[in-house]
């Protein structure tokens, strides 16, 4: 058990940067499951992390706005490519996605195959670091993230198509630097997942406490038994996906039929 590790300073901001993710992900997993488009966000977040390996190979910083600026210009070229097969070959548009997410893996593999430390990037690109996240990163993600929320929510109807991606795009690119390939494919899917069939309010109102419950959770159980933060949060958003369904269900079983 480490308890150490259960400090403000670490878990602080490691707990916003969370919060700021399922902010974003919750509303567009939604879309996403809605849509049938799985595995859109691996396959964004994937391009998203080619555009910051390929930044890294030019010896940019890792945080600087170099590879901030390649990251979000790698996604939003997926997003257009992505947006061109659901137009032009909708049916195989999923298994396409498939085929996009496998050719930037192998592609960031290829990139690293020479670099001493690429096994580590790589690892880190998947599982992220959120454990390292600083005040100071935090700042342009939340500036960010009320930009997309405000959008989304206001500006919803016109978000068709080429939108959608873009906005997708966006939203993508500032998480996966933070928490990680797996924890992005978590934060949009699995809360989705927890609130489908229910009404617009009260599946986000599932959705945010999924996410919310499951970072916080994960993050303090990470802590003390030591373990990498971003795979028990997946865990612990998922457990907490299930117990919150096991609930909901109990409760509908137990409304008479006129109530429901």
Same mark, same amino acid.
């Given at each position: 058990m480490n308890v150490d590790g259960m400090t403000l300073s670490i878990l602080g901001p490691a707990f916003i940067a969370?919060?700021?993710?399922?902010?974003?992900?919750?509303?567009?997993?939604?879309?996403?499951?809605k849509r049938g488009? %799985? &595995?859109?966000?691996?396959?964004?977040?994937?391009?998203?992390?080619? /555009? !910051?390996? +390929?930044?890294?190979?030019?010896?940019?910083?890792?945080h600087g706005w170099e590879v901030q600026l390649a990251a979000?210009?790698?996604?939003?070229?997926?997003?257009?490519?992505?947006?061109?097969?659901?137009?032009?070959?909708?049916?195989?548009?999923?298994?396409?996605?498939?085929?996009?997410?496998?050719?930037?893996?192998?592609?960031s593999i290829l990139l690293l195959a020479n670099n001493p430390q690429g096994g580590e990037h790589l690892k880190e690109l998947l599982v992220g670091q959120i454990l390292w996240v600083t005040w100071e990163q935090l700042i342009?993600?939340?500036?960010?993230?009320?930009a997309i929320l405000v959008a989304w929510f206001k500006f919803r109807?016109?978000?068709?198509?080429?939108?959608?991606?873009? %906005? &997708?795009?966006?939203?993508?690119?500032?998480?996966?630097?933070?928490? /990680? !390939?797996? +924890?992005?494919?978590?934060?949009?899917?699995i809360p989705a997942l927890a609130s489908n069939n229910y009404k617009a309010k009260p599946a986000l109102i599932i959705g945010y406490t999924v996410g919310i419950l499951g970072y916080g959770l994960g993050l303090i159980f990470s802590s003390i038994i030591d373990l990498p933060s971003g795979a028990v949060i997946v865990w612990s958003i998922t457990i907490i996906a299930l117990i919150?369904?096991?609930?909901?269900?109990?409760?509908?079983?137990?409304?008479?039929?006129?109530?429901?």
């Open positions: 969370g919060l700021l993710v399922v902010a974003t992900h919750v509303p567009l997993g939604q879309e996403v499951l488009i %799985i &595995f859109i966000d691996l396959a964004i977040a994937q391009i998203a992390g080619l /555009g !910051v390996i +390929l930044a890294s190979q030019f010896g940019w910083q890792a979000l210009t790698s996604a939003l070229i997926g997003a257009w490519i992505l947006s061109l097969m659901e137009k032009f070959w909708g049916s195989i548009q999923e298994a396409l996605i498939g085929v996009i997410f496998i050719l930037s893996a192998t592609a342009p993600i939340a500036l960010m993230t009320i109807q016109y978000f068709n198509g080429m939108g959608f991606y873009l %906005i &997708f795009a966006m939203a993508v690119t500032s998480s996966v630097q933070l928490v /990680g !390939v797996y +924890l992005v494919f978590a934060s949009l899917i919150i369904q096991i609930i909901f269900k109990r409760k509908l079983k137990k409304t008479p039929k006129y109530l429901n």
